[in-house]
Every structure is written in C-alpha cells, then in structure tokens.
C-alpha cells in the first residue's frame, strides 16, 4: 500500500519561510520523480516543483524561481521543500505527490498518480 504523507505547513507572515517534508512508503522512491503542487481555494492545482529520481534535474515555475528549492533524500525516502520570502497569494493546501513516469520536463499534476493528503500553508499578510 502507497502512501504519501506531508509535514510543516502552518502559518507563517509574510517574507517567511517554511520546509515541508514529504515521507514516501509502499513504492521504490528512488524510482520516481517527485513533485510538490499547491491548490488554493477555487482555483486549479498548480506545480511549484518537481524533481527527478536522483535531484539531478528541477523544475519551478518563475514565480517560485530563487525563492524555493526542492530537494529529496532517498535514504529515508523523503522529499522536501524549502519555501522562503512567502507572499500571502501563496496561501494554499499543498501536496507531494509521485509520478513512475521518467523525467518528462514538465510539472503537471496529470503525470502524477499517488498523491497526498495535503499540508496547510497560510500566509499571513
């Protein structure tokens, strides 16, 4: 059984940051590439970062582009994220999520297949 678990959202005011942890079971970690995605209230699921099996290769919008940095552990199957100078438009759930899929050079949540249960960020302004 598969399953995906984030840590270390909260609430943080505005220009800080927060890491977010993301523990991996049930699937080879290392075999997959891993993204990080966000979805606010009414809005569509939104990629902040994706990375492949060994961290060699990143992705982030431009909006996130020397303010995040994602990186992964595969000895203890985790992944992280690093999120610094939030702005409170970044308020949202955010979810790890896993794709069996080779490194495509995109982050859309369609190549991803075992996602979970989410982590509240909220930025206060």
């Known amino acids: 059984q598969v399953q995906v678990v984030e840590s270390g959202g909260g609430l943080v005011q505005a220009g800080g940051s927060l890491r977010l942890s993301c523990t991996v079971s049930g699937l080879p970690f290392d075999d997959y590439t891993m993204g990080w995605f966000r979805q606010a209230p009414d809005q569509e699921r939104e990629g902040v970062s994706c990375i492949n099996w060994n961290g060699g290769k990143t992705l982030y919008p431009d909006s996130a582009k020397g303010r995040f940095n994602v990186s992964r552990d595969n000895a203890k199957k985790t992944l992280y994220l690093q999120m610094n100078s939030l702005k409170p438009e970044e308020t949202a759930m955010y979810y790890c999520?896993?794709?069996?899929?080779?490194?495509?050079?995109?982050?859309?949540?369609?190549?991803?297949?075992?996602w979970g249960q989410g982590t509240q960020v909220t930025v206060s302004s």
């Open positions: 999520a896993a794709s069996s899929f080779g490194w495509v050079g995109r982050c859309v949540s369609d190549d991803y297949f075992h």
